[in-house]
Nanobody, 116 residues
């Protein structure tokens, strides 16, 4: 049973930083890509950042230049370094892992709140 677990959320003032972690475990096939999403109250879930096993990355337009995604392949762990946080970055941040069989596994989410 594959499990994906996010951690590192919390309350931070605007302009501050947070580092989220996402650890995947229990997969019998390689996890080839991981993606961070976020969902603000009353809004649709949006993609924030994406990284492949080969370190190809993509970012949502609203976070480019402020967020950095990285991964530790040996640990199947992904990190999201969030700098210069804004109140509009508030939301629940979810992590999704995709295996070589193109099966997706989601975490339960971690709350990020940025106060103005």
């Amino acid at each position: 049973q594959v499990q994906v677990a996010e951690s590192g959320g919390g309350l931070v003032q605007a302009g501050g930083s947070l580092r989220l972690s996402c650890a995947a475990s229990g997969s019998t096939v390689p996890i080839i890509a991981m993606r961070w999403y976020r969902q603000a109250p009353g809004k649709q879930r949006e993609s924030v950042a994406f990284i492949t096993k080969g370190d190809y990355t993509e970012y949502g337009d609203s976070v480019k230049g402020r967020f950095t995604i990285s991964r530790d392949n040996a640990k199947d762990t992904v990190y999201l370094q969030m700098n210069s946080l804004k109140p509009e970055d508030t939301g629940v941040y979810y992590c999704k892992g995709t295996t070589t069989s193109l099966t997706d596994y989601w975490g339960q989410g971690t709350q990020v709140t940025v106060s103005s």
